[in-house]
């Protein structure tokens, strides 16, 4: 293990070689079925990044101090992306950012946060001007830096049968989070979504969200995979079906959570399996969950106080990423794949393929800018309509679809639903979500 003090020289290193973030981490586009940093492939190496955990949430990145007590050993580890679930969209993250740009780390970002996030309960409802004003000017503020590398529009929205309906509202949210870039943002920056380690409605999930037009498919899928445990193998671990599942899936696909701890210290030898040609023509790395030690015990540092400990698993880690090489070339990337098949209605898919149009006054904010964003604070996105039954979808029948003025009138119409109680409703939860079926598995591997 290795203390915190032992790389001070290293962070004020960083911090200081001057902030020339457009030189050292050039934006990463999307080609095919892969992501590119200019003629070069990009795979992911990363990690999910949000110290204090679902319990605790705040914006690790807006913290100068946090940022320089972790970056450093990011760097050490080898990464290239992390995943920050949550942030504050009013506060100032130029020196946390310019600190990973130095250290050639990437962000994915989620959009969403405890108040502002789309319900599975109520999706419709949930899709509104306020909720929308926060995405975009969530938008306006991580789009200016170049290690930007994307945004997800939501986290395990969908994680059962009877939550399927919600995928069109997220549908139609990454239409207008890629039509909102399009307008106000000087280069492309893909969004796409992070689906749960549910296997009932994971390929519909991926399906759906790549078919139909160009202007209302994801720029990329991932979905989050625990089912490698310990020594496992690339076909033991049922990798070689994922595989298999997704070849000829046309746009870049990786996961977004991975690193089961049924077995301890994890060892990680899945890491040479994800970077090898057996996977790279289809999947374009991944980010291991999750750098923080919480009480989920899949931490691969502990904090204390300014204090950073590594672990086992950060060791293993480190040695698996250090000793794995990209495959020469472009990894087997395939570029004009075709869109995917939208998958068929059923009583285990529930979404329509019509999409509802952006709510009337949130066209202000797309025409217009987000305008000043409104951080943490305020009313939340998020409310039970007052018959505890969603709006309709287009091509429904039952409740009305919501007025310009829903969510803005939210106090007459029904209950608000604010901090972790929204969250229950609309699946920001960040963690392990894992179905029975993987579980089993993997403790029978043992």
């Known amino acids: 293990m290795k203390g915190f003090t032992a790389t001070l020289a290293a962070t004020a290193s960083l911090l200081f070689s001057g902030i020339a973030s457009s030189k050292v981490t050039d934006p990463v586009t999307v080609k095919g079925n892969a992501f590119f940093v200019g003629n070069n492939r990009f795979y992911i190496r990363g990690v999910d990044y949000q110290p204090g955990g679902s319990s605790n949430l705040a914006d690790p990145l807006s913290n100068i101090t946090v940022c320089q007590r972790d970056i450093s050993h990011m760097k050490d580890l080898g990464l290239n992306t992390i995943r920050v ?125 790549n078919c139909g037009s160009d202007d209302t498919r994801s720029d990329f899928f991932a979905f989050n995979d625990y089912s490698w445990c310990g020594p496992s193998s690339f076909v033991q671990s049922g990798w070689d079906k994922k595989v298999e599942n997704y070849t000829g899936y046309s746009i870049p696909l990786f996961l977004s959570e991975f690193g089961c701890n049924l077995v301890r210290p994890r060892i990680f030898n899945e890491i040479k399996a994800l970077y090898s040609t057996q996977m790279t023509g289809v999947f374009s790395g991944g980010l291991v969950y999750e750098f923080t030690q919480e009480p989920n015990n899949y931490g691969l540092v502990q904090i204390d106080g300014d204090n950073l400990t590594t672990l086992p698993d950060f060791d293993n880690l480190k040695k698996q990423y250090s000793s794995t090489n990209n495959p020469p070339g472009d990894g087997g990337y395939q570029n004009n794949l075709p869109a995917s098949n939208c998958p068929e209605k059923s009583s285990l898919w529930e979404a329509t393929n019509t999409l509802p ?25 998020q409310f039970v309509p007052q018959n505890h039954k969603d709006y309709s979808l287009p091509g429904e029948s039952g409740a009305p679809a919501p007025s310009s003025s829903a969510s803005a009138d939210k106090n007459k119409k029904g209950v608000a639903a604010s901090g972790m109680a929204g969250l229950a409703a609309g699946g920001l939860w960040m963690g392990v979500t894992v179905g029975l079926g993987t579980i089993a598995g993997a403790m029978l591997l043992f």
């Open 85 to 209: 679930y949550t942030s504050d969209n009013s506060a100032d993250h130029d020196e946390c950012m310019d600190l990973l740009s130095e250290a050639g780390i990437y962000l994915i970002l989620d959009v969403n946060t405890p108040k502002f996030s789309i319900s599975r309960d109520f999706p419709v409802a949930s899709y509104n001007e306020v909720y929308l004003q926060h995405v975009f000017a969530t938008i306006d503020v991580f789009s200016k830096y170049t290690n930007t590398l994307g945004f997800f529009a939501a986290n395990e929205v969908i994680n059962a049968a009877n939550s399927t309906r919600a995928a069109t509202v997220v549908k139609a949210l990454i239409r207008d989070m890629r039509k909102y870039i399009g307008k106000h943002v000087n280069r492309p920056i893909p969004v796409g979504y992070s689906a749960a380690d549910v296997a009932e409605n994971r390929r519909e999930m991926a399906y759906y969200l």
């Open 357 to 381: 149009d952006l709510p009337s006054a949130a066209s202000v904010y797309m025409n217009n800018g987000a305008g000043t964003p409104k951080g943490t604070n305020g009313a939340s996105s």
